[in-house]
């Protein structure tokens, strides 16, 4: 692998003109970093890709690991100079003063800066126009014919000269660098300020150009991109890098909190960006022993004991589990370790979900105060993961019947962001809208003056035998009347495949399939609130999928405890079923916030209907369909 390294990198150092083999180069060295976790080196040659490029494949995985790549190397970065700072800083006067010297020389060298420029104030302008002339680059050309930019090895020559005499550059014109500041010179040598190395040895751990070999052809790639939230360091005088060392107690503890804060939050993206588990047990285990007061409130906990289950250790696990439970008891992450399924909200706990449908029930029934008050006890519990859409959407409703509108509309909008899929998400955006002209739609009802239709007079025909036959008697024209004979009705024979069906009836009630029906829901221990509102939800479902028929729904009571919607009618009882059939299907979406178990479909005629709200014996009724259509009711 090492070997292969050291190929790609030179391939994508001479290759100047095939995009496709560069970028080839460029994924697999990222490919390799990524596996050997050098994960700086891995965002570098991620960010090298030229995109777009078809032969890459899946543009969106790279993108994907690019963008948490990103996160980690700053957090990375962020650390290693914080670090580095503070080595400086626990050296001693001489050293460390010697350190700097060291450290300037090398970074005025980089940056193709002397001494002189300093004492005239470094600008670029004065800089470049004492600038002394590189040697001549073709002077020791002797081929012949051969011309330079054919020539690899002269090339070759070229760029380390021009590079070891001015540093690298950008491609830019020679305008925009002069008017520029002249720390604007390089993007390459603010990596290598950004990361200095091992202060006692003097020496740097800088990351060297991905592009250029080095004697042995082998060199770790740098970070390149502007990620690091690590300023550029402007002055590279000793004083200038002085001023960023942590001396004073006020500054070292500032350093110290980026180190805090950048190791837990590097753990969280090992955990959740990469899924490196390992990893991220590692980090925090390292903040753990740099910083053992920064424990997030347990989060530090409960994050290890995740990650120790992820990768088996279930020792650890309970370890840490148990210092998070003795530490931080009354912590929200102690809620997450406690109840393990959060970490999975498909899965819920047995016990939230019987407590969360005993609230739900009390709702429906129009106990609102004890629902209410049982809902925020269950939520400081439990938490947001078992609120379910149906729940969200009656407390909604029940808002809108005490005219609390804001808090309608906030519980709606927590239905459609917490659950996009729900088919409730719909019906609460269009609540939501209502709500918001609640007040011009009820002053537009209150002041519409509606006038009924005058009825068509009824035209009466005067019928009077006596007048025609006196009008007969005076005519005097006695050839054209003719003895009347009386019309005898002709017995009508029944095809026997033609017969109606009968009547059936028991001790108290008699259906009659052949006469009109109704189509009856009725709602047990339902509050008038919801079951107005499933009134209201069936009027536009008629509206939208039977608007030829203008069926009619009524709400009515059978007793105290059963409300009835009567949907009004059909021509007999085969029609009838057929609309009821296919609204009992419906009705798991269009009133899903109703549980089925409060509500059933019956068809029946105005006079068992009439019969049935005096007598109650609902039971009987329901005897007499089933003798009528077994199993259907």
Same mark, same amino acid.
């Given at each position: ?6 190929f790609?990198k030179?391939?994508t ?12 180069a460029?994924l697999?060295?990222?490919?390799i970093s990524y596996q ?8 570098s $040659? ?10 890459l494949?899946d ?5 994907? *690991?690019?963008s ?11 650390i290693?100079r914080e670090?580095?700072l503070q080595?400086i800083?626990a050296?001693s006067?001489?050293d460390?003063?010697?350190?700097l010297?060291?450290l !300037?020389k090398?970074l005025?060298?980089e ?7 300093f004492?005239?104030?470094?600008s670029?302008? =004065?800089y470049?126009?004492t600038k002394?002339?590189?040697s001549?680059?073709?002077s020791n ?5 051969d ?5 690899? +090895?002269l090339?070759?020559?070229g760029?380390?000269?021009?590079k ?9 014109d020679n305008?925009r ?7 604007n010179l390089i993007t390459?040598?603010?990596?290598n300020? #950004?990361?200095?190395g091992?202060p006692k040895s /003097? ?10 070999p080095?004697?042995n052809?082998?060199s770790?790639?740098?970070v390149?991109g502007p990620l690091?939230?690590i300023n ?18 006020p500054?070292?503890d ?7 804060? !950048? ?7 090992y955990q ?7 990893e991220?047990?590692?980090?925090y285990e390292?903040?753990?022993?740099? $910083? ?14 995740y990650c120790?289950?992820?990768?088996g250790?279930s020792?650890k ?6 210092l998070l439970?003795?530490?931080?008891s009354?912590?929200k992450f102690?809620q ?5 399924e959060? $970490? ?7 016990a939230?979900? *019987? *407590?969360? =449908?005993d609230i739900?029930n ?5 106990k ?5 008050k049982?809902?925020?006890?269950? =939520?400081s519990?439990? /938490? ?5 859409p149906?729940l969200?959407?009656?407390e909604?409703?029940?808002?809108i019947h005490?005219r609390q509108?804001s808090l309608a ?5 927590e239905?459609?962001?917490?659950y996009?899929? +729900?088919p409730l998400?719909?019906?609460?955006a269009?609540m939501?809208?209502?709500? /918001?002209?609640r007040?011009?739609?009820e002053n ?9 239709i005058?009825e068509?007079?009824q035209?009466?025909v005067f019928?009077d ?11 005097g024209?006695?050839?054209v009347?003719h003895?009347i004979q009386?019309?005898?009705a002709?017995k ?6 033609k017969?109606?069906?009968?009547p059936v009836s ?8 052949n006469?009109?029906q109704?189509?009856m829901?009725?709602?047990n221990k339902?509050?008038p609130?919801y079951? +107005?509102?499933a009134?209201n939800a069936?009027?536009r479902?008629?509206r939208?999928k039977?608007?030829?028929l203008?069926?009619q729904?009524?709400k009515?009571?059978? =007793?105290?405890?059963?409300t009835?919607?009567?949907?009004? #009618? ?5 029609a009838?079923i ?7 299907k ?5 009133i899903s916030w ?7 479909f ?7 209907l009439?019969?049935?709200?005096e007598n109650?014996k609902?039971t009987?009724y ?6 009528k259509?077994?199993g259907?009711?």
């Amino acid at each position: 692998t090492t070997a292969a390294v050291s190929f790609f990198k030179k391939s994508t150092f001479y290759n100047q003109s095939n995009l496709s083999y560069k970028n080839k180069a460029f994924l697999t060295l990222a490919e390799i970093s990524y596996q050997q976790k050098k994960y700086k080196n891995a965002y570098s $040659f991620y960010d090298s890709l030229q995109l777009p490029d078809s032969t890459l494949g899946d543009i969106s995985k790279i993108m994907e *690991r690019k963008s948490a790549l990103v996160q980690i190397v700053k957090h990375i970065n962020i650390i290693e100079r914080e670090d580095s700072l503070q080595s400086i800083a626990a050296l001693s006067p001489a050293d460390r003063d010697a350190f700097l010297k060291k450290l !300037s020389k090398k970074l005025q060298k980089e940056r193709g800066v002397k001494d002189e420029d300093f004492v005239s104030g470094n600008s670029a302008s =004065d800089y470049f126009n004492t600038k002394n002339q590189s040697s001549d680059i073709f002077s020791n050309n002797e081929t012949k014919g051969d011309w330079y930019f054919y020539n690899t +090895s002269l090339k070759s020559k070229g760029f380390n000269e021009f590079k070891r005499t001015w540093g690298k550059r950008e491609n830019v014109d020679n305008w925009r660098r002069v008017s520029g500041s002249d720390q604007n010179l390089i993007t390459s040598s603010q990596r290598n300020n #950004q990361n200095s190395g091992n202060p006692k040895s /003097g020496l740097l751990t800088g990351d060297s150009d991905p592009l250029s070999p080095s004697a042995n052809g082998v060199s770790d790639a740098g970070v390149s991109g502007p990620l690091e939230d690590i300023n550029f360091q402007n002055d590279i005088s000793v004083q200038g890098l002085l001023a960023n060392v942590p001396l004073t107690k006020p500054l070292m503890d500032s350093s110290n909190k980026k180190v805090a804060i !950048s190791l837990f939050q590097l753990g969280k993206n090992y955990q959740n960006l990469l899924e490196d588990f390992n990893e991220a047990i590692n980090t925090y285990e390292k903040s753990l022993n740099r $910083f053992p007061d920064s424990l997030h409130n347990g989060e530090l906990y409960m994050n290890l004991f995740y990650c120790y289950n992820k990768i088996g250790n279930s020792a650890k696990a309970d370890y840490y589990k148990n210092l998070l439970l003795k530490k931080f008891s009354g912590s929200k992450f102690t809620q997450y370790v406690v109840h393990p399924e959060r $970490f999975n909200p498909s899965k819920k706990d047995t016990a939230a979900t *019987r *407590r969360y =449908d005993d609230i739900y029930n009390l709702f429906i029934e129009g106990k609102f105060d004890q629902a209410i008050k049982e809902k925020h006890n269950a =939520d400081s519990l439990f /938490g947001i993961n078992y609120w379910s859409p149906q729940l969200l959407y009656i407390e909604s409703v029940y808002y809108i019947h005490q005219r609390q509108d804001s808090l309608a509309i906030k519980t709606l909008k927590e239905v459609i962001s917490q659950y996009p899929t +729900s088919p409730l998400r719909e019906k609460a955006a269009i609540m939501i809208d209502v709500l /918001g002209r609640r007040d011009s739609i009820e002053n537009y009802l209150t002041n519409l003056h509606v006038e009924r239709i005058k009825e068509d007079s009824q035209i009466v025909v005067f019928d009077d035998t006596r007048l025609s036959q006196n009008i007969v008697r005076q005519s005097g024209d006695t050839s054209v009347q003719h003895k009347i004979q009386p019309v005898v009705a002709e017995k009508a024979v029944l095809n026997p495949d033609k017969k109606l069906p009968p009547p059936v009836s028991n001790a108290t009630f008699t259906f009659d399939p052949n006469i009109p029906q109704y189509v009856m829901m009725v709602l047990n221990k339902v509050d008038p609130v919801y079951s +107005s509102e499933a009134g209201n939800a069936f009027t536009r479902y008629n509206r939208e999928k039977y608007y030829s028929l203008n069926l009619q729904v009524i709400k009515d009571t059978l =007793d105290k405890e059963r409300t009835l919607l009567i949907f009004s #009618q059909f021509e007999n009882a085969d029609a009838a079923i057929k609309y009821r059939d296919r609204i009992k299907k419906d009705a798991a979406s269009e009133i899903s916030w109703l549980p089925a178990d409060k509500y059933t479909f019956y068809i029946i005629s105005n006079t068992n209907l009439e019969l049935l709200k005096e007598n109650k014996k609902l039971t009987d009724y329901i005897d007499v369909l089933d003798k009528k259509y077994p199993g259907k009711f």
